[in-house]
């Protein structure tokens, strides 16, 4: 199994995937373990730190972040001093929701959540005062086919 974890393990873990909302109650009944069992073992994966955080997931549109753009970026340098003011800028900017950096003809992509052009236009400005750049280039994503927080589990 996958870092040590059984399956009830895993049973638990893509229940609170699925809703971290449930109470343990519901968790025990549907794993069909005592309330207190399946709460120690909630609290060994807590921390284990294979549950990070629990929280709600929000609706983009409604907030008015409903534009997704995807952002390519070539470092102007590869230095740890670059990247150290590159990541601090883009850790500012709450509308980068992911950042990583790649292997490849691009060195970071982000992942941006802004509600139209202008707030990609405002990220953007903010992207290019922050440190010498080769190349930024956007794609607007037209439709969210999938999204899912969910980490794919080993079969229990």
């Known amino acids: 199994m996958a870092g040590g ?5 895993l049973r638990i873990l893509a229940l609170l995937q699925e809703n971290a909302d449930r109470s343990i109650s519901e968790i025990a009944e549907a794993i069909h373990l005592s ?14 730190g294979f ?10 549109v409604k907030l008015g972040a409903g534009t997704t753009v995807f952002v390519m970026v070539r470092a102007g340098q590869h230095t740890p001093e670059w990247l150290e003011r590159f990541a601090e800028t883009v850790r500012k900017i709450p509308e980068i929701v992911e950042f990583y950096r790649m ?3 691009v ?3 982000l992942k941006i959540r802004v509600a139209d052009i202008a707030g990609y236009d405002r990220v ?13 280039s956007g794609t607007f994503a037209m439709e969210e086919l999938k999204l899912t927080t969910s980490i794919p589990l080993p079969p229990h």
């Open 5 to 9: 974890l059984d399956g009830t393990d």
């Open 124 to 136: 953007y400005k903010q992207l290019i005062r922050s440190a010498p750049l080769t190349d930024v």
């Open 107 to 109: 060195d970071y992509l």
């Open 35 to 48: 309330q207190n069992a399946c709460w120690r073992r909630i609290r060994q994966l807590e921390e284990g």
């Open 103 to 105: 292997t490849g003809d």
């Open 51 to 60: 549950i990070l955080k629990r929280v709600a997931l929000l609706d983009a």
